[in-house]
């Protein structure tokens, strides 16, 4: 099939569902699901919900092109978004091009990461997007199309094509989409964005390149102390990208391990004090070449032991998930940041 | 039927063509350039001694970006190819 022109309009043969799909999917503009046909009158509905949002959008990595609102509407608009939605896209699309997120890192490496969005303040009850019981799953339109119109942003308008300039040796599961929101209700401590600088009543979206959440499960221990030495033992692994990086990690509380930290006073500086120091992983357990390698990238050790991130400020904490004993640890991109925005248009 | 194109971007400022001319890989000067990752440089001076059969090797050097994880900085960029007539660059692990 011939490449689609190189014009913002493209004016097409009339196409069924399954025809345009044929059609998509050979333009390589697609994830290998289905995807809704970006009409011009759709994408102007989408485009109408940021009306008078004038700041510029920097070029997008790798490809290095600048976007317009109706491209990326039309993006938004193939993932399946209500365009209400699209004010929350267009500000995760910001996040992602913050310098600090490193977009053109994340999207080339040979690394599995995919960009994890999350969501505090009231845009979480405006689109409903889900914080609460199987938040990082299935089952909620705004979790999977907010995370999937920013993925099929970044591909294709950033050019990120797998196997091309998305360098990634195996991927996974969460670049189709990886979307949750706070259970700010079900905190004992403050919001996430709240401790970020933000106000409690902002709508935020924070975005890492990171793995997919990995589970921690805890039935048996029922006191904080022991929580958090199933959560240091869970998050100690040599194979992270931390280990070597920059970056943050996040914990993600399930509220009942969240509820007994809290009962057991632990505050969130008590947390990351406590993880940092007890997640450090010993010498032994990093192989003679990686430890030459960590030494050459000039990477501390503290009492024979690498840390897994470079300050205790770097294990980021929050809550959200529903009933049950479990909790998560979203380990980064090596070199990154958690990068926040706040929503102008909700 | 009328459709946005969901991949069209504007061209960034920054992003100029610039023709090249066709190198003699014989006699011109390469640069070797590690992506520091781990081996790289390893890698790249292996293709360096296999190059020294044919040709000299005396202006075949090695350079490398600062980070693995970030792209090369556009300055360090501008200054090999006014030094160098081509790369070869180690990609990917």
């Known amino acids: 099939m011939e490449p689609a022109p190189e014009t913002e309009i493209l004016d097409l043969d009339n196409l069924d569902q399954a025809e345009w799909n044929e059609y998509a999917m050979a333009q390589a503009w697609g994830d290998g699901f289905p995807l809704v046909m970006p009409t011009e009158d759709l994408v102007e509905r989408f485009v109408a919900t940021c009306h008078g949002d004038n700041e510029p959008i920097p070029a997008m990595s790798p490809r290095r092109v600048i976007p317009t609102l109706p491209v990326m509407a039309a993006n938004a608009v193939m993932a399946g978004c209500r365009p209400e939605y699209f004010p929350a896209v267009l500000a995760a699309t910001r996040a992602v091009l913050t310098p600090d997120y490193n977009l053109h890192g994340s999207l080339a490496t040979t690394h599995s990461c995919a960009p994890m969005l999350m969501f505090n303040g009231p845009v979480r009850k405006d689109l409903n997007i889900n914080c609460a019981s199987n938040c990082f799953g299935q089952g909620h339109q705004a979790n999977a199309t907010i995370g999937r119109a920013l993925q099929l942003i970044l591909l294709n308008i950033g050019g990120a094509k797998p196997g091309v300039m998305d360098r990634s040796t195996l991927g996974s599961p969460a670049k189709y989409a990886f979307c949750f929101g706070e259970n700010e209700e079900e905190s004992p401590w403050e919001p996430f964005h709240v401790r970020r600088g933000f106000a409690a009543g902002d709508s935020v979206v924070t975005a890492m390149p990171s793995e997919p959440p990995h589970n921690i499960n805890d039935h048996g221990s029922t006191t904080g102390v022991g929580i958090l030495t199933t959560i240091a033992g869970t998050i100690s692994q040599p194979g992270a990208n931390s280990i070597y990086g920059s970056a943050p990690i996040f914990i993600v509380l399930g509220p009942e391990h969240a509820q007994t930290l809290h009962r057991d006073g632990w505050t969130i500086a008590d947390m990351q004090q406590d993880l940092f120091d007890r997640s450090a992983i010993h010498i032994s357990r990093v192989s003679v070449e990686n430890q030459e390698s960590y030494a050459n990238m000039d990477r501390v050790m503290l009492n024979d032991r690498y840390p897994m991130t470079a300050t205790p400020e770097d294990i980021l904490i929050l809550v959200a998930g529903g009933p049950g004993k479990h909790s998560a640890y979203i380990p980064p991109f090596g070199f990154t940041s958690a990068c926040s925005v706040r929503l102008s248009h909700v | ?93």
Not at chain 2, 54 to 61: G, K, S, V
């Open chain 2, 1 to 93: 039927m009328r459709i946005v194109n969901p991949s069209f971007g504007q061209e960034a400022p920054s992003t100029e063509k610039v023709g090249a001319n066709a190198v003699d890989w014989k006699t011109d000067p390469i640069i070797l350039f590690s992506n520091s990752k781990p081996n790289a440089i390893e890698l790249l001076e292996g293709v360096r001694e296999r190059m020294g059969a044919y040709r000299a090797t005396d202006n075949i050097n090695h350079a490398h970006k600062d980070s693995p994880a970030q792209p090369a900085p556009e300055a360090m960029i501008d200054e090999l190819s006014k030094e160098y007539r081509a790369a070869l660059i180690a990609i990917a692990d």
